[in-house]
């Protein structure tokens, strides 16, 4: 698990990496981009994949029948009501409360930008630019986390709006992470079993 987080990361950084660089972002040069960027998503993925292994650990220890699934079939006595229930509260509970004790500094990604060019964020101008601005306007359902106000509101004025965004973004992207998984799992399922007919 430690391993997989790893990779995952630092093939997710580097793709940034290189996505800036074909977008002609002179202000991020490659060499100093990703001498930044691998490093600092190497500890992050590495803290992220011990979470991982410590919560695999803990389940193989208690209840080692639950990783041991067969088939694609739960062991016996557990139903999978109950275990999307499980995932529904867990959803709830991280998504929606924990989400809210999560740090206000910058990401992997900003830092790096922030110690290439001194700045969080860059700038972008062009007709492409605004374009596709405009459509992310029109179209964003939680723009920085937050609920969505009507034109020409502080969209940060309220604590209360801002606390209740995050919650939702949280529960939001929480739920289409487990429906993502589970349409993984699926597919897996499916090309098994159609591997083993063929």
Same mark, same amino acid.
């Given at each position: 698990?430690?391993?997989?987080?790893?990779?995952?990361?630092? #093939?997710?950084?580097?793709?940034?990496? /290189?996505?800036?660089?074909?977008?002609?972002?002179?202000?991020?040069?490659?060499?100093?981009?990703? %001498?930044?960027?691998?490093?600092?998503?190497?500890?992050?993925?590495?803290?992220?994949?011990?979470?991982?292994?410590?919560?695999?650990?803990?389940?193989?220890?208690?209840?080692?029948?639950?990783?041991?699934?067969?088939?694609?079939?739960?062991?016996? $006595?557990?139903?999978?009501?109950?275990?999307?229930? $499980?995932? !529904?509260?867990?959803?709830?509970?991280? $998504?929606?409360?924990?989400?809210?004790?999560?740090?206000?500094?910058?990401? !992997?990604?900003?830092?790096?930008?922030?110690?290439?060019?001194?700045?969080?964020? /860059?700038?972008?101008?062009?007709? &492409?630019?605004?374009?596709?601005?405009?459509?992310?306007?029109? &179209?964003? /359902?939680?723009?920085?986390?937050?609920?969505?106000?009507?034109?020409?509101?502080?969209?940060?004025?309220?604590?209360?709006?801002?606390?209740? !965004?995050?919650?939702?973004?949280?529960?939001?992207?929480?739920?289409?992470? /487990?429906?993502?998984? $589970?349409? #993984?799992?699926?597919?897996?399922?499916? %090309?098994?079993?159609?591997?083993?007919?063929?």
């Amino acid at each position: 698990s430690i391993f997989s987080v790893v990779v995952a990361l630092q #093939i997710g950084a580097f793709g940034v990496v /290189l996505e800036t660089v074909a977008s002609g972002k002179t202000e991020l040069p490659f060499s100093s981009f990703v %001498l930044l960027m691998q490093p600092i998503h190497l500890a992050i993925g590495l803290v992220e994949g011990l979470v991982t292994a410590a919560v695999l650990t803990f389940v193989w220890r208690a209840r080692p029948d639950l990783l041991a699934i067969d088939g694609g079939h739960l062991p016996a $006595g557990i139903s999978l009501k109950k275990v999307l229930i $499980g995932f !529904g509260i867990a959803v709830l509970v991280v $998504g929606g409360g924990l989400s809210l004790l999560a740090s206000s500094n910058p990401d !992997g990604l900003e830092w790096s930008v922030f110690h290439v060019t001194g700045k969080e964020r /860059l700038a972008a101008d062009g007709t &492409t630019h605004d374009f596709f601005a405009a459509v992310q306007d029109k &179209t964003e /359902l939680l723009p920085d986390y937050s609920l969505k106000t009507p034109e020409g509101t502080d969209r940060n004025g309220s604590g209360t709006s801002t606390a209740a !965004g995050t919650s939702v973004s949280g529960i939001v992207g929480g739920t289409m992470t /487990l429906l993502l998984a $589970g349409l #993984i799992g699926l597919l897996v399922t499916w %090309l098994r079993k159609r591997g083993k007919h063929a």
